[in-house]
């Protein structure tokens, strides 16, 4: 059974702590585009302690996404990850996402094909990839960044995170504070976007309040 922290982009399945699309080094693309921001790993690092705690899991999934450069890491990046690892008190456990790449040769942690694995009833997966002929519903995904755009008549905008949930699908906000999310009015792209059914999903805030999109 799967139990949402609340107000937390965050699950516990069996005792494991569940999050998505932790996009450690995004910070660097954002800083080509001229936002100076502060550097979200060390708050991520310190929030998935306390959720651990909280929560007491004997374990972490993350599901995809943990580094942001897509095609491998410079040594100050596998650096960075290696001690955010390190401190993290609990095994680690990854579903490649499509920002992975490599990470397996460097990282010294548990690493699963994006194809995924079986946690209890659901089929946890990163969402860039199909699943294996074996698989069979209920997923748990990512790699959407789900979110609710919130606009008034003035055109301001606020973004929300949200859990997108139906039967057969649930679908994991992004746990790095400094993704706001796409606009799930929008649909969701990737092989899994066969199992979405904006008519059947349950759309709510990180909360529990349920939103129309």
């Not at 909280?54 to 993350?62: R, S």
């Not at 680690?92 to 790449?101: A, P, T």
């Not at 919130?150 to 139906?166: A, S, T």
């Not at 699908?169 to 400094?178: C, D, E, G, T």
Request: net charge positive; hydrophobic share 40%.
């Amino acid at each position: 059974m799967l139990k949402k922290v609340y107000n937390k982009p965050a699950c516990v399945i069996q005792k494991s702590l569940v999050v998505a699309d932790l996009h450690i080094g995004i910070e660097k693309e954002l800083s080509k585009h001229g936002a100076r921001i502060p550097v979200a790993i060390n708050p991520m690092l310190q929030e998935l302690i306390q959720l651990i705690k909280q929560t007491k899991a004997k374990d972490i999934i993350i599901l995809g996404d943990l580094k942001h450069n897509i095609y491998g890491a410079t040594i100050e990046e596998r650096n960075a990850l290696k001690e955010f690892v390190k401190k993290i008190p609990v095994p680690v456990k990854l579903i490649k996402g499509n920002h992975d790449g490599r990470i397996e040769e460097w990282l010294d942690i548990q690493v699963y094909p994006a194809t995924g694995f079986k946690k209890g009833e659901y089929w946890l997966l990163h969402g860039h990839a199909k699943p294996p002929a074996e698989a069979e519903p209920p997923f748990i995904m990512s790699h959407v960044h789900p979110a609710v755009w919130f606009e008034d008549n003035l055109g301001g905008r606020i973004i929300e995170k949200v859990w997108v949930e139906q039967e057969d699908l649930i679908i994991m906000p992004s746990f790095n504070p400094l993704i706001r999310g796409a606009n799930i009015k929008q649909g969701i792209i990737g092989p899994m976007k066969k199992y979405y059914d904006p008519k059947k999903a349950r759309i709510s805030l990180l909360d529990g309040v349920e939103v129309k999109p």
